[in-house]
Nanobody, 122 residues
Framework: QLQLVESGGGLARPGGSLRLSCVVSGFSLEYYAIGWFRQAPGKEREGVSCIASSGFSTSYADSWEGRFTISRDNAANTVYLHMNNLKPEDTAVYYC???????????????WGQGTQVTVSS
């Protein structure tokens, strides 16, 4: 059974950092692209970043490019989202999702985790 489990969320100060983890099981990570998405209260879910099975990474928006970095460790079946210089507007539930090989749009992902809450507040 394919499963994705996010962790690493919590409370951070503005300007602080967090590292989110997405641990996958039931499939071999090396053949999948993993995307990070987020959903703030009252807003639609939006793409943050994605890393393809090749290791090529992309950001879904300019708003966090340079602040958020995605990486993967296939041996550990884990994908990370490194978030720096956090802002209150980064407060959201963060989700990871998987699809075969290539990054795609939100609705193209086949498997989703349950999410981890990130709150940025002083």
């Amino acid at each position: 059974q394919l499963q994705l489990v996010e962790s690493g969320g919590g409370l951070a100060r503005p300007g602080g950092s967090l590292r989110l983890s997405c641990v996958v099981s039931g499939f071999s990570l090396e053949y999948y692209a993993i995307g990070w998405f987020r959903q703030a209260p009252g807003k639609e879910r939006e793409g943050v970043s994605c890393i393809a099975s090749s290791g090529f990474s992309t950001s879904y928006a300019d708003s966090w490019e340079g602040r958020f970095t995605i990486s993967r460790d296939n041996a550990a079946n884990t994908v990370y989202l490194h978030m720096n210089n956090l802002k209150p507007e980064d407060t959201a539930v963060y989700y990871c999702a998987a699809r075969e090989r290539f990054c795609g749009r939100l609705f193209e992902y086949d498997y989703w985790g349950q999410g981890t809450q990130v709150t940025v507040s002083s």
